[in-house]
């Protein structure tokens, strides 16, 4: 979940507390009194460079251990990755449907969303800003029959009951001419708490992230999990929306399946956190397998089932549970295939509390997200964790005082859901870093660009040109790896 820093500096900038937590104080104070004969810190001499094989032209690449950025060192490092295009200051949230982009504002901040042409990758072009907002992720998808947009906005008006708290308004745009989206309707999501709002600052509540199931006839919002049924789309009022967490948690979270109807009762506490109270928090963002039969969520927070994988069928109108996968977390979640066998990328996001903490009392949970996870899901009932990707400035072995910029995740994309070669994850202040994983169990660097500012929004590989589109700080980019990575990716094992 996007949270805001200390002293006002949005989540998608750089802030004071991100910069990793490196004295042993603070150590002990974020992992619950650990004793110092616990925390034998190493300093390294000699740095641990990124494997990427950089082209004899790449004139900037990174200069010592992979991902580390020294305290007050802006970043313009690349390696096998070219820049296309640029668009500056079109940053946020982000959703994409060739050959358009869409990115907005965080906390219905009034910037609106922004409608981008990259028909012309040199030169993308913002073409129109829609009076709609985002909040981490917006939607989109193109079907046989249908091309829609998903924003949202918090309503202005008090309904019966509402204190603070207010509905959320989801929008939904056909852009079957992505460049010109015409509102098609509105979907009401309830507040999660008509006294305290979703909670307060904007935390969670529905309609955090936003995804359609592969046809466009769903759309899920996240915090808690919610269903608007869009089969009749030209009829906004038969849009009818469900919330799925019970009808999730009953079927396996414990003291809900002991308890017939505990699940409800909490739902219906009204208190400042409870979205929270909802635990487990399993629904940051869903996200489909291609068929659109199986739907996988995750969660990021220290509770019980709240940093497990879920996988939910989803072929008989209700959602069944297939497994849960403890300590994965699910902050965001990426479908792949690899030789016929079928995996999921997945993360947590921000490291701030990462700084030199041993490996063996590591926690997974949101704070501790410095690194992405490979499930294999081939048999969906029994997954099975294979591999961690992470950077060397990640690792205990090379802490030291100059360790201050650390690697954090966030989001992440893959070139092919269904033949999956690449996948680039956004480490935020490492930058979008680019992993071969057609051996999953030993995913290896092959590229990086890291310009400045944090990348804390979701890169898309685009199957119509292969580009990466990518938004950030500083505006929306388009990338392209460079031939020499596209032949060590066409090799086995990336």
Not at 80 to 94: D, I, Q, R, T
Not at 163 to 174: A, E, K, P, S, T
Not at 196 to 206: A, Q, R, T, W
Not at 215 to 221: C, D, M, P
């Amino acid at each position: 979940m996007n949270v805001s820093e200390p002293g006002g500096a949005p989540r998608g900038e750089m802030g004071p507390w991100r910069r990793r937590l490196t004295s042993l104080s603070a150590l002990l104070l974020l992992c619950g009194g650990l004793t110092s004969t616990a925390v034998a810190l190493k300093l390294t001499n000699e740095p641990e460079p990124s494997p990427a094989q950089c082209a004899p032209g790449d004139p900037n690449p990174e200069p010592g251990t992979q991902g580390d950025v020294p305290s007050g060192v802006e970043p313009a490092w690349d390696c096998g990755v070219s820049p296309v295009g640029f668009l500056e200051g079109a940053n946020g949230a982000m959703a994409v449907a060739y050959p358009c982009a869409y990115t907005g504002g965080g906390l219905d901040d009034g910037t609106g969303v922004r409608v981008i042409d990259v028909s012309d990758p040199a030169q993308p072009t913002l073409v129109r800003v829609l009076p709609t907002s985002s909040r981490e992720l917006l939607a989109a998808q193109v079907a046989e029959d249908r091309a829609l947009l998903a924003t949202r906005h918090r309503d202005t008006e008090q309904q019966d009951g509402q204190v603070l708290g207010r509905d959320m308004l989801v929008d939904v745009w056909d852009i079957r001419t992505c460049t010109d989206p015409q509102l098609k309707g509105t979907a009401r999501l309830p507040t999660q708490s008509k006294i305290f709002g979703d909670p307060p600052g904007e935390l969670g509540g529905p309609a955090h992230n936003l995804k359609f199931n592969p046809s466009a006839t769903r759309l899920y919002g996240s915090l808690p999990l919610h269903e608007v049924n869009l089969d009749d789309l030209e009829n906004p009022d038969s849009w009818e929306v469900e919330n799925l967490h019970c009808a999730i948690t009953d079927q396996h979270h414990l003291p809900h399946k002991t308890v017939p109807g505990l699940c409800t009762t909490l739902a219906g506490v009204d208190h400042p956190f409870n979205a929270a109270s909802n635990m487990p928090a399993t629904d940051h963002e869903p996200t489909f397998s291609p068929d659109g039969s199986r739907l996988y969520i995750g969660g990021q927070l220290p509770y019980p089932d709240s940093t497990a994988i879920w996988v939910l069928d989803m072929t008989s109108g209700e959602p069944v549970v297939l497994s849960v996968t403890q300590d994965a977390p699910g902050h965001a979640i990426d479908f792949m295939t690899i030789g016929g066998r079928e995996y999921l990328l997945h993360s947590n996001e921000i490291a701030a509390a990462t700084a030199c903490v041993p490996e063996q009392v590591r926690p997974t949970f949101l704070g501790f997200g410095d690194r992405a996870f490979v499930l294999d899901i081939t048999d969906e009932t029994a997954p099975v964790k294979t591999s961690e990707i992470l950077l060397a400035d990640s690792t205990f072995d090379n802490c030291g005082p100059n360790n201050t910029g650390g690697p954090s995740t966030a989001y992440h994309g893959v070139d092919d859901p269904t033949n999956t070669t690449y996948a680039v994850i956004s480490f935020e202040a490492a930058g979008f870093r680019f992993f071969g994983v057609r051996d999953p169990e030993n995913p290896v660097e092959v590229a990086y660009w890291n310009h400045g500012d944090s990348q804390h929004t979701s890169p898309y590989v685009m199957s119509e040109t292969g580009h990466i589109w990518a938004s950030d700080a500083n505006g929306f980019w388009v990338l392209d790896l460079e031939p020499h990575v596209r032949a060590r990716l066409a090799q086995s094992g990336g």
